[in-house]
C-alpha cells in the first residue's frame, strides 16, 4: 500500500481518511480522527489548534500559521509549493492556480503522486505509480462535505472500499462509525466538541479524558487505561 510521508505527527497514507476555500483546507474534526482527507497537515488548523499558537508539542508555527518545524524536519512555503526536508530527503507539493497541492514529488524517487480536486474544493482523488504498479484512492462526501466513502486499488488487487456514517449523540457529541469492504469489521470514533472522547477499535473501547489552556486546547489527554500524554502551547 502506497504510503506518503508523516506530517506533524499524522500519518498520512493513501487510505488514510482522518479531512480553506482555495487552500483545500477541509472541515477537519479534530487531529488524529477520522477527516475529511487533506492532503497534508501543513497549517494549525488542520491539527485543529485554536488561536495564534507558535508552538504545540513538537510542531512550530509562523505568524500566517503554517508549520515550520516539527521533530527535526524543517518546512518551507510559498505560493507555488511547500516543502519538509527530513534527513536527506525533501519533499515537495506544488500547488495549482487555486493554491491547492497538485503534485508530489521525493528526492531520489521518480514516481509523483497526483492529487485532482471536487468543484468545492475537496479532495476528490490521489493516484500515481509505484513499483511500476499504479494505485488511486477516491473520496465521496455527504449533503455536509463529510466523507463518506474511500475506495482504494492497487494494479488487480480487489478494491478496498471503507464507508463512514454518522450519528450525533446528544448536542455536542458526534459518533462516526467507519466499515471495512463487506466485512463486520468496524472502528467507532466519538467527538465532544471536536475532541475524541472514545474509540472503539477490534471491539475494545477507550476513553479520553483532557485538561484544556483558556483558548481551548488540550494540553494534556490520559487514557482509560491509564497512559497519558501531554503537550506545551505558546502562541504569538
Excluded at 474534526?29 to 508539542?57: C, Q, T, W
Amino acid at each position: 500500500m502506497k504510503q506518503i510521508k508523516i506530517f506533524a505527527g499524522v500519518v498520512f497514507a493513501s487510505v488514510l481518511i482522518s479531512c480553506n476555500d482555495t487552500k483545500a483546507k477541509q472541515l477537519q474534526i479534530s487531529d488524529n480522527a477520522p477527516m475529511n482527507p487533506v492532503v497534508a497537515f501543513l497549517h494549525r488548523e488542520d491539527l485543529a489548534l485554536k488561536g495564534p499558537v507558535k508552538m504545540a508539542g513538537d510542531d512550530y508555527f509562523d505568524l500566517n500559521g503554517y508549520i515550520t518545524e516539527s521533530m527535526g524536519d524543517i518546512y518551507t512555503h510559498s505560493d507555488s509549493k511547500s516543502t519538509m526536508k527530513t534527513g536527506k530527503t525533501l519533499y515537495t507539493y506544488t500547488k495549482n492556480k487555486k493554491g491547492q497541492f497538485e503534485k508530489l514529488t521525493i528526492s531520489g524517487n521518480n514516481e509523483p503522486t497526483y492529487f485532482t480536486y471536487h468543484s468545492n474544493g475537496l479532495l476528490a482523488s490521489e493516484y500515481g505509480i509505484e513499483n511500476g504498479i499504479s494505485y488511486k484512492t477516491t473520496y465521496t462526501y455527504d449533503a455536509k462535505g463529510r466523507i463518506k466513502q474511500c475506495a482504494y486499488t492497487y494494479g488487480d488487487d480487489p478494491v478496498k472500499i471503507s464507508y463512514y456514517t454518522y450519528k450525533n449523540i446528544n448536542n455536542d457529541t458526534l459518533e462516526i462509525e467507519i466499515r471495512f469492504n463487506n466485512s463486520k469489521a468496524k472502528e467507532i470514533y466519538r467527538y465532544k466538541n471536536g475532541i475524541m472522547v472514545a474509540s472503539t477499535l477490534s471491539g475494545e473501547t477507550t476513553t479520553y479524558s483532557y485538561i484544556f489552556d483558556a483558548r481551548g486546547n488540550w494540553l494534556s489527554q490520559t487514557t482509560s487505561y491509564g497512559s497519558s500524554t501531554t503537550r506545551a502551547i505558546t502562541y504569538y
